[in-house]
């Protein structure tokens, strides 16, 4: 089975970081609101007396998560072509692996985000006939490896459409 490139453990970690900064932007508004009564409780703020901030806290928490969790989650991400289908294997928590038929493929894209295209990387994604888990993304790769991909996946999902009809 086939890795994603290295750098992508880097997109997952900024999208963590994001999420930290949201988090801990939430967490600041609730207690601002909460310290000057405006969600129904007077009274000062537990953090208000100079202790260190619930937003820092929660920032540095999420933070804390994400970061290891990015670093497993490309540990255990893999993908192949076989003859019939496209597998893969991924999950940190839950693991989950996929089949999806290249008689299922409708079509394939190519992307490249803005931080993407900073580090060099794009993602393939595969959509499929079906209402659940219609298309499937393959991160983290190297733009000529997710063009060649591209290609070869297109090419198979037409082989199997002519042996399907």
């Known amino acids: 089975m086939e890795s994603l490139h290295p750098r992508v453990r880097i997109v997952w970690i900024l999208t963590g970081l994001l999420g930290a900064v949201v988090v801990g932007f939430v967490v ?7 310290s000057s009564g405006w969600l129904g409780v007077a009274g000062q703020s537990p953090t208000a007396s100079g202790t260190v901030s619930l937003s820092v806290v929660a920032f540095v928490v999420v933070l804390v998560c994400a970061v290891p969790y990015s670093l497993v989650h490309y540990r255990v991400w893999r993908f192949e072509i076989q003859d019939d289908a496209l597998y893969l294997e991924r999950g ?3 693991r989950v692996k996929t089949a999806v038929p290249f008689v299922r493929v409708q079509h394939v894209d190519t992307q490249r985000g803005p931080v993407e295209r900073l580090l060099g990387l794009a993602s393939v994604v595969v959509y499929t006939a079906g209402s659940r888990g219609a298309d499937v993304t393959i991160p983290g790769l190297r733009p000529e490896r997710a063009s060649a991909l591209h290609d070869r996946l297109r090419e198979l999902a037409i082989e199997s459409e002519e042996d399907a009809v």
């Open 92 to 94: 940190v928590i839950t």
């Open 28 to 34: 600041a508004v609730v207690d601002q609101l909460l």
